[in-house]
């Protein structure tokens, strides 16, 4: 997931996951960032915004790093990150029309669990 930075100005919506979110902290607008997520910590916890920032921080590298190592994330009630080969293929440039190879890759995925599919 992609978070945006810290201004509210020129925020693109990320899908179902900011609505999540929107719901569960009853934020104005309809992009979550990081520093949402850290001010809700604060809220929630009483702990200082560096402290906050940190654990928020590491909980996101961790996650990098299992992704990174191809590891599949499972987060109960909420969904379930994973990385998935992209096959080779062959696609075209739009302009020229000429052929281009596409190289193999990962691309991670998320499916989200039955909580997050029933938001409305």
Known sequence: MRFAPAS????????????????????????VIKLDIINEVVNKTGITKTKAEMAVETVFESMKRALAHGERIELRGFGIFNVRPRKTGIGRNPRTGAEVAIPPGKAVRFKPGKELQSLQ
């Open 8 to 31: 509210r100005e020129g925020r693109a919506s990320l899908g179902a996951i900011p609505l999540a979110f929107s719901a569960v902290f009853n934020l104005e607008g309809d992009t």
